[in-house]
């Protein structure tokens, strides 16, 4: 069983960051592949940026490249979004999950590749 606490989320102006911080539990978190995704309202829930076990493998929506670095400190069962040059269209709830199934060492982009899930956090971005 995999429990994950998303925090770090908040209000910010456009232009502005949030650090985004996912806490694990579990002893099988320095071998799954995690990803962070977000949900507007109305619309689906896609990825924003996912990671293999080992940190080495990244991905990013198109739409944060450049902006959002996702990475992972094994040590502390923890996962981080930093968020930089933050848009209004970035205002979502985000959502933190973890594969705990084999993975290899790829990241994973799909809502089904993920058996574990955040309760998410908020991140509203003002114009």
């Known amino acids: 069983q995999v429990q994950l606490v998303e925090s770090g989320g908040g209000l910010v102006q456009a232009g502005g960051s949030l650090r985004l911080s996912c806490a694990a539990s579990g002893r099988t978190f320095s071998s799954s592949a995690m990803g962070w995704f977000r949900q507007a309202p109305g619309k689906e829930r896609n990825v924003v940026a996912a990671i293999g076990w080992g940190g080495g493998s990244t991905y990013y929506a198109d739409s944060v490249k450049g902006r959002f670095t996702i990475s992972r400190d094994n040590a502390k069962n923890t996962v981080y979004l930093q968020m930089n040059s933050l848009k209004p269209e970035d205002t979502a709830v985000y959502y933190c999950?973890?594969?705990?199934?084999?993975?290899?060492?790829?990241?994973?982009?799909?809502?089904?590749?993920?058996?574990?899930w955040g309760q998410g956090t908020q991140v509203t971005v003002s114009s």
């Open positions: 999950a973890a594969r705990t199934t084999f993975s290899g060492s790829y990241y994973y982009t799909r809502v089904n590749d993920y058996n574990y």
